[in-house]
């Protein structure tokens, strides 16, 4: 960690954003215990769907950095750079803002495809994983688990080697999407076990009008 950063000492940061997102787990929680199955289909379908939200908003403001990458094209990208650093009132010969203007002035044309390309196709899996999402698609939620889990060891990589505020709501994000869908894929798992051993034939009848309007699909 380096000197000057200016966050609360030890854990106690990291605590609070935990306790913000186990708030939101608590109020979308999917549950098969102690509730009918109209419930429990509607917080299930309110949950994924909010994370459907979330990647849309990611893939649509990565689709417009790639737009703004092929914006740049045949520009000198040193001298935009060094612009950008004197709009933003920031010292061009501080640390950061020197390695910004120094990747600008090696970064090629061809680079700037390539990077826009990379751009497009993070976009379109996201959106693609998003419209999976909001239509309730197992796929989309084992897509969701398995991408969000890659990304779990290198962020918690990042907060023991460099810890901030960033990376720490980034990480709690991550894992609170990755164990909400678990817990998601669990219930309906239990769901269809109980169905097949005949626990909840009954209450099942009552339920299936909910569950297919609510666009649940195990």
């Known amino acids: 960690m380096e000197r000057g950063q200016s966050f609360p000492a030890g854990p106690r940061w990291f605590r609070i954003i935990q306790s913000r997102l186990a708030h939101l787990s608590d ?4 549950t098969s215990h102690g509730m009918n199955h109209r419930v429990s289909a509607a917080g ?18 990565v689709l417009i950095a790639g737009f703004g990458l092929l914006s740049l094209l045949h520009h ?12 933003s009132h920031l ?6 803002p020197r390695i910004f203007i120094e990747m600008a002035s090696h970064t090629s044309d ?23 999402l ?7 939620e084992w897509f969701a688990i398995i991408a969000g ?6 962020e918690v990589y990042e907060i023991f080697h460099r810890a901030s505020w ?30 097949k051993s005949g626990g909840i034939l009954g209450d099942e009848s009552h339920s299936e009008a909910p569950r297919a309007r609510s666009g649940i699909r195990d």
Request: hydrophobic content about 55%; aromatic content about 10%; cysteine-free.
């Open 27 to 30: 109020k979308l929680a999917p």
């Open 44 to 61: 299930i379908t309110r949950g994924v769907r909010l994370i459907a939200v979330f990647e849309a908003l990611k893939g649509t403001l």
């Open 76 to 87: 000198d990208l040193q001298a935009t750079a060094e612009r950008l650093v004197r709009q």
């Open 91 to 96: 010292d061009p010969a501080r640390h950061y």
């Open 110 to 132: 061809s680079r700037l495809r390539a990077l826009a390309a990379l751009a497009f196709f993070y976009a379109v899996v996201r959106l693609v994983e998003a419209y999976g």
């Open 134 to 140: 909001w239509h309730m698609r197992v796929w989309a």
């Open 149 to 154: 889990s890659v990304y779990l060891p290198l």
């Open 166 to 195: 960033m990376k720490g709501m980034v990480l709690l994000v991550n894992a609170f999407i990755v164990a909400y869908l678990v817990r998601v894929r669990m219930v309906s798992r239990d769901r269809r076990i109980r169905v």
